[in-house]
C-alpha cells in the first residue's frame, strides 16, 4: 500500500485585494442573501456565477417545511443560469452567508456535497476551470476551481 496526500491551492484575500470583477461578483453573492428564504436554519446563503456571456446570474437558498424540498444557494443559481443561459459557461462562482442574527459570516463558507458535484459537471460542461470565491466577513477564500474543492469527485472526466 502506498499513501498518497491530496492538496487544494487556497489563496486568502481580503475585499479590497480582489480586482473589481470579482469584488462585483462577491457583492452579486452577498445581496442574494437577503433574498434567501431560511425561516428554518435562518442561515442565508447567497451564490453569483459569473457566465462566459458576461452576466452574473444569481441565487440564495430555499428551505422548505417539508425538508429536504428545499434548495441551496449554489444549486439555484447554477440551475437558473444553465437554464437562462444554455450557451454560456460558467466562469466563476462566489458564495457568501449571513448567520441566525442576520450578520455575515466572519469567516467563508463551503459548498455542501450536494452542491460541489452539480457544479462540478457544469465546470466539465465549461472544459475549463471555474474559479470559486468563498466570501466571509473577514475573508475571502480563493480557489482555481470547482474540483478543489471536490478532489476525489465522482465524474467521467479523471
Known amino acids: 500500500m502506498r499513501r498518497a496526500d491530496i492538496t487544494i491551492p487556497l489563496s486568502v484575500a481580503s475585499y479590497s485585494e480582489l480586482s473589481e470583477a470579482d469584488r462585483q461578483l462577491i457583492d452579486a453573492a452577498r445581496a442574494a442573501t437577503h433574498r434567501s428564504y431560511a425561516p428554518y436554519s435562518r442561515f442565508c446563503v447567497g451564490a453569483a456565477i459569473r457566465l462566459s456571456n458576461g452576466e452574473i446570474v444569481s ?4 428551505e422548505n417545511a417539508a425538508y429536504p424540498s428545499g434548495l441551496c444557494a449554489e444549486r439555484t443559481a447554477a440551475f437558473y443560469a444553465h437554464s437562462t443561459y444554455p450557451d454560456a459557461t460558467f466562469t466563476a ?6 448567520d441566525t442574527t ?10 455542501c456535497g450536494a452542491c460541489r458535484q452539480s457544479l462540478l459537471e457544469y465546470e466539465t460542461l465549461a472544459g475549463a476551470p471555474v474559479k470559486v470565491m468563498l466570501a466571509g466577513a473577514d475573508e475571502i477564500f480563493i480557489l482555481p476551481s470547482v474540483r478543489s474543492l471536490l478532489p476525489v469527485a465522482f465524474s467521467e472526466i479523471v
Not at 462562482?93 to 449571513?98: M, P, S, V
Open 59 to 62: 441565487g440564495s437558498n430555499q
Open 93 to 98: 462562482i462566489a458564495i457568501a452567508a449571513r
Open 102 to 111: 442576520g450578520a455575515e459570516i466572519p469567516a467563508p463558507i463551503a459548498p
